[in-house]
């Protein structure tokens, strides 16, 4: 292979040579079991969801690509599946579809080979997240759709046992095909730029192995120049790579509740806040829209910028706006999938959140700088002249554990005729056939 001496190529070196380590096999196996819980819902229909049936109405899912670009599609139309930090985005609903894809169509693929291709994505993913530094996503790039394109060919890459030229020509040819606005957030475009990245991901590394030959000689590079607007780091996407895998730190976050990560501090400083007007007032919680005069969240700099929707009309468009997750948290205990759902918002929980006003706070640092120091304090005014405030970091949020077992319980019962104990075996992929099993799980 040429050594251009470029971040393609060095990336690519690592790609092939990696070996990760049991822990961080043993942490995807989580990984993949909240995937199959987000997804299954969707593609079987038992959620609302009006976005899959057209997407296979154009893309038929007999081929490995189409059934990559749906099977994305589902795993984000919940907006229900996991986050990581550094990749400031949803890993696995792009690299798990890709392998899924792929795997089906190669039967000798082993578990122990996909377990590792996935964590080599997750890692590409975090890495790209740091290199390109904090502007991307404030620029309005959606980086799951835009990173996750390469970092779906990575790991379809490694699980096909591509070449160390085969991978940086694939990383190249996804690079070039990254796309996707936050523009898009509230509608079924945003899960759609998942899918979109799996298939670009799947159809760059499908390319290379056919002997489509495109320019991989310093292609990341400019990627990352061209969409880092100087704030790019490019060092971060090799320095210490798998030291430690960024499947284990910082780690995938599996959410608790089916809206925005943006949201999930404000949700549960509201959910704080319930229980201190429950107690402190001794009223029930329907007179809690009357008792209050107005409230306000308050947050760094910037930090609203995913969850941007002020006055939500549908559920979709709910899971982005804090004013209606305040709303519903502080209402109902709870955030409940069929609230943010395709549905029209519930009138009495929309008059609550027109209650809820923005606020910045001045002396944090910008969101942008350091979204891990995030914080949502929520207070609610009341029209007694008094007021209750509760305040919760994200580092708070994403501390506590999901059960993703539970998660994946939970999505199943909506299922009667999958077998939860049989589809968690099969998510853990620790004998022969459970990969085949999963993959069965998405034909028609």
Known sequence: MSDYSSMTTRLARLIVAAQ???????LARNGVTDFIACALPVWHGVVADSGLAPLKAVYSDNDSQARCLLLGYAGHALDFDDFHSGFRGHPSTVILPALLALADEHPDITEDAFLSAYIIGVETAGRLGLAAGPRHYSLGYHNTATLGAIAAAAATCRLIGATEEQTANALGLAATQAAGLRAQFGSAMKPLHAGLAARAGLAATQLALAGFHGSHDRVIDAFLAAHGEGQQRPDALTAQWGA?????????????????????????????????????SG??????TAAADSITVTFPPGGDAAP???????????????EYVIAAALLEGELRLDRFAEVPVEPWIAALADKVSRQEDPSAPPDELNPDARFHEVTL????DTSLTARVTWQQTSATVTDVAHKLRQT???????????????CQLRAAGDLAALTRLWRS
């Open 20 to 26: 990760p380590d049991t822990i961080a096999i043993d």
């Open 308 to 322: 941007f929707i002020r006055r939500a009309t549908t559920g979709v468009e709910a899971r982005f706006s804090l």
């Open 283 to 288: 009223k029930p919680i329907d007179d809690l």
């Open 244 to 280: 430690p895998w960024r499947i284990c730190s910082p780690g995938l976050i599996f959410k608790r509740y089916p809206t925005c990560g943006g949201t999930h501090s404000a949700a549960e400083a509201a959910l704080i806040l319930r229980e201190q007007w429950l107690q402190s």
């Open 381 to 384: 005014w009341l029209k007694d």
């Open 412 to 426: 199943v019962s909506l299922l009667p005729e999958i077998n939860a104990d049989g589809l968690l075996g099969w």
